[in-house]
């Protein structure tokens, strides 16, 4: 982390560079607000051996690890949504395909704590969650430890996160790396301060002006942040709160394609490429588009670029047109 | 006991319900949103799905704070709010307190969760809330559970480890954070013989554990699984020997189908009772909820049709619903 105030940087060199083979990592937004374009970006660069210490994971973890990138998982879920099934991670724990994938399990405020022990920078955090279940005896790094002040209760110790790098998308940040979130967080602010280094992606690169208006909502300081990299549609497939719904048409053909693993490696080929090239293959107007769904239910909420209009209510206004920087 | 309430009349004698407060209004005094023809009687065309969907609804009173995860369970929270109990407020696990969402929601983090929130905050606090016993009913799923309501939501181990299971589920999630201490939990899951079993492969999430006293040992705040509802049935558990009994059958069951679909010697209530059937107006307002029948039917043609067919589709239903409830 430095106090640099530009740390802006491409998406590939910041991947080239924080993002090494064998990294532990986590990854922000929860089906919801995630780092797709980055993890695409990983996959893209070959990376291998990556330890992913994380909460709840949907298709990014299910292409990394249907990829090969992963090799072990600390975290509590992993799926994709209503419309498809994690194959691929499925694929990797029950056949080996294409490797193993080990899997730690923890509950959902495990996660969250694992992380903010880390991010307190103390050993462990007690908790009453999982105690008395399979979740301690199936991972070793949960202890069971009783009550140092007597009250005869047991608790959970969960261990705190040891991540090298987490890889988290904002709607917007300044060059310096004040990252601010709109809509829910997450573990987002935790996970920034539970790595050793942080890249963080942005919808839209603001001047530190913009920052000063919602002071508020910049839950990543500059102080956690080594990497800015501004990535427009770096949550597609996913929603961005406040500026674009998901892709469901989009993720729908993935999880169809993801249960066959023939056609998976098809996918990737077809999708594994440079995020312009991405943005430019699904095309600017399904993009402006997944915009205005959007800004029917959130109003445009946190984005600087964009009128707000809600394209659907008045169907002669092209200036959704201009909003899609692809 | 509300009168109103559909178990009114479950509690026999041999069979103690643990304490259940939490009222609803009368049928009769619900204000349906929506224009529907004698809204309070019976309706004679809804599904098993709807019938689930409205029983779980029944479980969340008004006034109540109700912790629930994406799918099924929040369209019960969405129609509950619509209905018996329009002054609960729906918590997920991703930060959102408070929303109304127009449709379905896909996922933890689906941007339709920030329609109408009362608060948007991150993960980590809303678990603290959650052990600080801040929310009154959760609503989880599983897939298996035994007697004493202690459920498996990680992995089927049949012949196999948990690090190579038969099948890997997703994984805890909130599911174990709820059942430790949200103040009751409503467990959701299919009737079958192999999931209502007599030993669980992996105890993701605690019921009563071995038995009467077995909670408060663990000092758990939560009060732990109050109902199961199945494609079948709704199941309590007795307050002394904390063994869940079979309180109700849905229409057209037999109670000894379900005792069939039970691995144990199923304790059955001395008065079995026929689960409420669905009305006009709260199968009117699921349809509203969720028209494309994504969850209600399991359907997905909505993401077959051409992309701007979706978008204009998904439009119009939320337009619809935010309309309705203004």
Excluded at chain 1, 286 to 314: P, S
Excluded at chain 2, 1 to 13: I, K, L, Q, R, V
Excluded at chain 2, 99 to 114: E, M, N, T
Excluded at chain 2, 256 to 273: F, K, M, N, P, Y
């Amino acid at each position: 982390m430095t106090h640099a105030p530009d740390k802006t940087t491409t998406l590939d060199a910041a991947i080239d560079e924080y993002v090494p083979d064998g990294s532990r990592i986590a990854f922000g937004g929860m089906g919801g607000r995630d780092p797709e374009a980055a993890a695409r970006e990983i996959i893209r660069q070959e990376r291998t051996g990556l330890h992913v210490v994380d909460d709840a994971r949907t298709t990014l973890f299910d292409m990394l690890v249907g990829a090969g990138c992963v090799d072990t998982y600390v975290g509590s879920w992993v799926g994709t949504s209503l419309i498809s099934q994690g194959h691929n991670i499925r694929n990797a724990v029950e056949n080996d395909v294409p490797h193993h994938l080990e899997m730690r399990d923890v509950s959902n405020f495990g996660s969250s704590l694992m992380f903010f022990a880390a991010a307190m920078d103390v050993p462990f955090i007690p908790t009453r969650s999982m105690t008395a279940t399979d979740i301690p005896t199936h991972n070793d790094a949960l202890e069971t430890v009783a009550d140092p002040f007597g009250s005869g209760d047991e608790f959970t110790a969960v261990p705190a996160a040891d991540l090298d790098v987490a890889v988290i998308h904002v709607q917007r940040c300044d060059r310096r790396g004040n990252a601010q979130i709109f809509g829910n967080a997450v573990n987002d602010h935790l996970k920034a301060r539970a790595a050793d280094h942080v890249v963080i992606t942005c919808e839209e690169l603001v001047s530190t002006d913009v920052i000063q208006e919602a002071p508020e909502t910049t839950r990543i300081p500059f102080y956690c942040v080594d990497a800015v990299a501004e990535v427009p549609f770096g949550s597609h497939p996913w929603h961005c709160y406040g500026h674009y719904y998901a892709d469901l048409p989009f993720y729908r053909e993935y999880g169809l394609l993801s249960r066959d693993r023939e056609d998976f490696l098809d996918w990737l080929d077809e999708w594994i490429i440079p995020h312009d090239e991405y943005l430019e293959k699904i095309g600017a107007d399904r993009l402006a588009r997944l915009e205005e769904l959007e800004t029917t239910i959130n109003g445009g909420r946190g984005r600087v670029r964009a009128d707000g209009d809600d394209g659907f209510a008045d169907e002669n206004d092209d200036s959704a047109d201009e909003e899609v920087r692809a | 006991m509300n009168e109103m309430h559909p178990d009114s009349d479950a509690g026999t004698d041999d069979h103690a319900d643990p304490t259940v407060d939490f009222q609803t209004l009368e049928e009769a005094a619900v204000e349906y949103p929506l224009d529907v023809e004698r809204p309070h009687d019976v309706s004679d065309d809804y599904t098993l799905t709807e019938l689930l969907a409205v029983t779980a609804a029944h479980e969340i009173g008004n006034g109540e704070t109700a912790f629930i995860g994406v799918g099924m369970s929040l369209i019960s929270g969405v129609l509950a709010k619509h209905t018996r109990a329009p002054d609960c407020q729906i918590v997920t696990e991703s930060g959102y307190v408070g929303s109304r969402p127009p449709g379905v929601v896909q996922s933890i983090s689906d941007s339709v969760l920030g329609v109408d929130a009362l608060v948007a905050t991150d993960q980590m606090q809303i678990f603290m809330d959650n052990q600080r016993g801040l929310f009154d009913v959760g609503i989880i799923g599983a897939g298996q559970i035994d007697k004493y309501g202690n459920t498996n939501s990680t992995a089927v181990i049949g012949d196999g480890t948990y690090d190579h299971p038969k099948v890997r589920l997703p994984g805890s999630g909130g599911s174990n954070d709820i059942m430790t201490s949200c103040g009751r939990t409503v467990v959701m899951m299919r009737q079958k013989r192999r999931a209502f079993t007599t030993e669980l492969d992996y105890m993701t999430a605690p019921g009563y554990l071995d038995g009467p006293g077995d909670r408060e040992a663990a000092g758990f705040t939560g009060g732990g699984p109050n109902a199961v509802i199945t494609d079948m049935g709704v199941f309590r558990f007795d307050e002394n020997t904390k063994e869940m009994y079979l309180s109700q059958t849905h229409p057209g069951v037999d109670v000894d189908d379900v005792r069939e679909a039970v691995q144990w010697d199923l304790d059955v209530a001395s008065e079995v009772t026929t689960t409420p059937e669905p009305t006009r107006g709260e199968v009117a307002m699921l349809r509203a909820i969720d028209p494309t029948d994504i969850v209600l039917r399991g359907s997905d043609y909505v993401y077959e049709v051409d992309f701007e067919e979706w978008t204009e589709q998904v439009h119009d239903h939320w337009q619809q619903l935010m309309e309705l409830t203004e």
